[in-house]
């Protein structure tokens, strides 16, 4: 009996001790699962406040890039303005230029083409008591009369073109016997440095190429001299040659002097005129009177089309 109460004894003890153990088992396992809950917990937080993170990151990145944006668009919008300004700037100042310049003219042809004061006579020698002199001659209050002679054109067309040897820009000469061997044309034009003259250069030196590809050759003359002609050629930034033609050795040749009423007197003036010469030296076409818009691609025209 004292075995068997030992036995019970001896039993109850260890049932206390595996209780024990799955007791301390249990709670170290509480223990654990606390701990991982904690730090899926720390983890989930961690996420959040990266996620929290990238977003402003991502917000501040697009309010930099608005911002870039917006101050490219005000730098070109500013620029933008400020080229036109300046634009608007140098087309004003061109345009007073060409008004000064025009007024200028203006003013230069009217005191040109202003008579003069007659020449008051002399009054007659009063004869002395001594001696009777005869009275001096009274001198004629009229001056002679300009001259205002005009050319009848030694060429016309269908004709060949007369000797001529005259001073060209780029310190050459231009002979008659230079035009054969293509198409040449020439255009005589008032003065240099005039309104209607600087357009109609502009509008033959633009197509200068079109005129080369059809085997022609373009030359301007005026009464103007080479000098004059040099200045307004780098001036302009013409392609084509001038000649000069201070004796009227080709205005004869041609016949483009006409005589033109200024302020109600009449002067000598070069016929604004466009002549054509063949391979052959021969005239083959003119315009005479011409008006300065459109015409260089009329002529342009005829080459192509002769």
């Not at 230079?178 to 600087?198: A, E, M, N, S, W």
Request: hydrophobic share 25%.
């Amino acid at each position: 009996m004292a075995k068997k109460k030992k036995t019970t004894k001896k039993k109850a003890a260890k049932k206390k001790t595996t209780k024990k153990a799955a007791k301390k088992k249990t709670t170290k396992k509480t223990a654990k699962k606390k701990v991982a809950k904690k730090k899926a917990t720390k983890k989930k937080a961690k996420k959040k406040t990266m996620k929290k993170k990238a977003v402003k990151k991502k917000t501040k990145k697009k309010a930099t890039k608005k911002k870039a944006t917006k101050k490219k668009a005000t730098k070109k919008k500013t620029t933008t303005k400020k080229k036109a300004k300046k634009k608007a700037t140098k087309k004003k100042a061109t345009k007073k230029a060409v008004k000064k310049k025009t007024t200028k003219a203006k003013a230069t042809t009217k005191k040109a083409a202003a008579p003069k004061k007659k020449a008051a006579p002399k009054k007659a020698a009063k004869p002395t008591k001594k001696k009777a002199a005869k009275p001096a001659p009274k001198k004629s209050d009229s001056k002679p009369a300009k001259n205002l002679t005009v050319y009848t054109a030694q060429v016309t067309v269908g004709g060949t073109m007369p000797q001529f040897d005259l001073p060209l820009t780029g310190n050459k000469n231009l002979t008659n016997e230079q035009l054969k061997g293509q198409k040449t044309v020439i255009y005589f034009y008032p003065k240099d440095h005039t309104p209607g003259c600087t357009i109609e250069g502009h509008d033959f030196s633009k197509l200068k190429n079109d005129f080369s590809d059809n085997n022609t050759v373009v030359y301007g003359v005026s009464r103007d001299s080479i000098k004059s002609h040099e200045r307004f050629i780098e001036k302009q930034n013409y392609t084509i040659e001038l000649i000069s033609d201070e004796d009227e050795k080709l205005c004869s040749i041609f016949g483009a002097i006409k005589l033109k009423n200024m302020y109600g007197k009449q002067v000598r003036g070069i016929d604004r005129s466009t002549f054509v010469i063949d391979e052959n030296g021969q005239l083959v076409k003119e315009w005479r009177s011409v008006k300065v818009a459109g015409h260089a691609e009329e002529v342009l025209e005829y080459i192509k089309n002769s």
